[in-house]
């Protein structure tokens, strides 16, 4: 995966919310979100996630929890009002080598089914309301009706393994990956200036050469 951005630590004051919304499809295909920490006085702030199968999750992440999404594709946000002083993570988000050089934008418009901002037609369908990118259902508790049948998750996670989303726990062992090059050229491509012309491909492919391999953070760092 090719890193986009990364950003944070982002402070949410009391009474924040985040509206249901997707990410930028062109960038932002896997995310993640590290939850660094909260105030004393600060309630349960959940994640709010709808999967592929048309359930909604709620997240409770707690201090050096780290949630991994597919947040160009699953509506995501924070409905539920923050109740605390502050709350504070860090985000970051990849996207597939090339993914950008065959992303076509107008596919996305195209796809959107003709009236799907129109009113209800009928009495047990809810009103979408937006907000730039972002929508909500706003006559339901917390603007998101799901949120009242919503599946459950809190941390802390058990360390060293992988929770699944179906609530299933499998060893989780990382190894360090390796910084090398895929071809041999791959120095002559670095000198003639080819990581800045062609960043996507080079720095997947020729991470010694372009110097941009990923090392692990430090706890200072964090």
């Not at 707690?62 to 995501?76: A, C, I, N, P, R």
């Not at 071809?183 to 941009?212: H, L, R």
């Given at each position: 995966?090719?890193?986009?951005?990364?950003?944070g630590?982002r402070?949410?004051r009391?009474n924040?919310?985040?509206?249901?919304h997707v990410?930028?499809?062109?960038s932002?295909?896997?995310s993640?979100?590290l939850?660094?920490d909260s105030?004393?006085?600060a309630?349960?702030?959940?994640?709010t996630?709808?999967?592929?199968q048309?359930n909604?999750h709620d997240v409770?992440l707690t201090?050096?929890?780290?949630?991994l999404?597919?947040?160009?594709?699953?509506?995501h946000?924070?409905p539920h009002?923050?109740r605390?002083s502050w709350?504070?993570?860090i985000?970051a988000?990849f996207?597939?080598?090339?993914h950008n050089e065959?992303f076509?934008?107008?596919k996305?418009?195209?796809a959107i089914?003709?009236?799907?901002?129109?009113?209800?037609?009928?009495?047990?369908?809810v009103?979408l309301?937006?907000?730039g990118?972002?929508?909500?259902?706003?006559t339901c508790?917390n603007?998101?009706?799901?949120?009242q049948?919503?599946i459950?998750?809190t941390?802390?996670?058990?360390?060293?393994y992988l929770?699944?989303?179906n609530?299933q726990?499998?060893p989780f062992?990382?190894?360090?990956l390796?910084?090398q090059?895929?071809k041999?050229?791959c120095?002559?491509?670095?000198?003639s200036?080819?990581?800045?012309?062609?960043q996507?491909?080079?720095?997947?492919m020729y991470?010694?050469?372009?110097?941009?391999?990923?090392m692990?953070a430090?706890h200072?760092?964090?």
């Amino acid at each position: 995966m090719v890193p986009e951005c990364a950003y944070g630590f982002r402070p949410y004051r009391n009474n924040s919310r985040l509206r249901m919304h997707v990410d930028k499809a062109e960038s932002h295909i896997i995310s993640f979100i590290l939850h660094i920490d909260s105030s004393d006085d600060a309630e349960p702030w959940p994640l709010t996630i709808d999967d592929f199968q048309g359930n909604t999750h709620d997240v409770v992440l707690t201090s050096g929890d780290l949630v991994l999404y597919e947040s160009s594709k699953v509506f995501h946000g924070r409905p539920h009002p923050f109740r605390g002083s502050w709350y504070t993570s860090i985000f970051a988000h990849f996207y597939p080598p090339g993914h950008n050089e065959t992303f076509d934008k107008n596919k996305m418009v195209y796809a959107i089914p003709p009236g799907w901002r129109n009113d209800p037609e009928h009495h047990d369908q809810v009103p979408l309301r937006m907000y730039g990118p972002s929508f909500e259902e706003a006559t339901c508790p917390n603007g998101w009706c799901a949120t009242q049948d919503s599946i459950q998750w809190t941390g802390p996670a058990r360390e060293g393994y992988l929770t699944a989303p179906n609530g299933q726990t499998f060893p989780f062992h990382p190894k360090p990956l390796s910084c090398q090059d895929t071809k041999a050229k791959c120095i002559e491509w670095a000198k003639s200036g080819e990581c800045a012309k062609n960043q996507d491909y080079m720095v997947v492919m020729y991470p010694k050469s372009c110097n941009t391999c990923v090392m692990a953070a430090s706890h200072d760092e964090l």
